[in-house]
């Protein structure tokens, strides 16, 4: 377990949707640090996240979210940063200069940008029902897989020689871009990067959901 984590403390909540790869994007995090931790199912199609004990802890409704022994906190992104930030090396994880901690910022923007708007939101038709018009989520997604697959040429990871927030936000939709109708046979880069993330010790996956033959 890691060290940093106090030994009379109760384990991290994380309050999830087990196909969310918001969700996922912060269990990855939790588990790369060897953080203990349980899981709450939040029953978003029957309004749990609208309830009033959950909007105390997230006020916007939002999942996932965590409760730390009393610090709650939502939006996937400043999870894993905070995660990061009290239990991690901080400059390992964001940023060990200037350059690195802008560039692993702009990709963190890239998750709740281009990301979402191209393979989350294309998963979220498929998955999910969302009312997204498939096509341009589709489209959305190759032309930032594209930009993603010249990025990758030669490098091991997004940023460094080393996985950062960068990868992890960017990690769960593209590895589920399938499960949108968003094949990753054309970008070999892109799926040898997946692997590296996979390989890694304490790396733990979400849950898999069919991949569609037509929409």
């Known amino acids: 377990m890691n060290t940093n984590f106090p030994t009379n403390a109760e384990p ?4 999830r949707v087990a196909k969310s790869g918001h969700s996922h994007r912060a269990e990855l995090m939790l588990a790369l640090l060897d953080l203990p931790y349980e899981t709450v199912e939040v029953d978003m199609a029957n309004g749990a996240h609208k309830a009033p004990d959950y909007l105390k802890i997230s006020p916007f409704g939002q999942v996932p979210a965590i409760d730390d022994n009393g610090v709650t906190l939502s939006d996937s992104n400043g999870i ?19 350059v690195e901690k802008a560039q692993i910022q702009r ?3 890239v998750a709740a940008g281009e990301i979402f708007a191209g393979p989350c939101s294309a ?13 341009a989520c589709v489209a959305k997604s190759h032309a930032l897989f594209e930009v993603m697959e010249k990025h990758l040429e030669g490098k091991n990871f997004l940023v460094a020689e ?5 990868d992890v936000a960017g990690y769960s939709y593209i590895a589920h871009a399938p499960e949108g109708g968003v094949s990753l046979d054309a970008y070999p880069n892109i799926r040898a ?9 304490r790396f ?8 569609p033959t037509a929409v």
Do not use: N
């Open 204 to 211: 733990v996956g979400m849950a898999k959901s069919p991949i």
């Open 193 to 201: 990067w997946l692997g590296r993330i996979e390989a890694q010790d």
């Open 12 to 15: 991290i909540k994380l309050f």
């Open 162 to 166: 080393r996985l950062t927030l960068a």
């Open 107 to 109: 990709w963190l923007s």
């Open 80 to 98: 894993i940063a905070y995660l990061a930030d009290r239990y991690g090396d901080t400059a390992e994880w964001a940023g060990r200069d200037p």
């Open 123 to 135: 998963r979220l038709v498929t998955v999910f029902g969302a009312p997204f018009d498939h096509a």
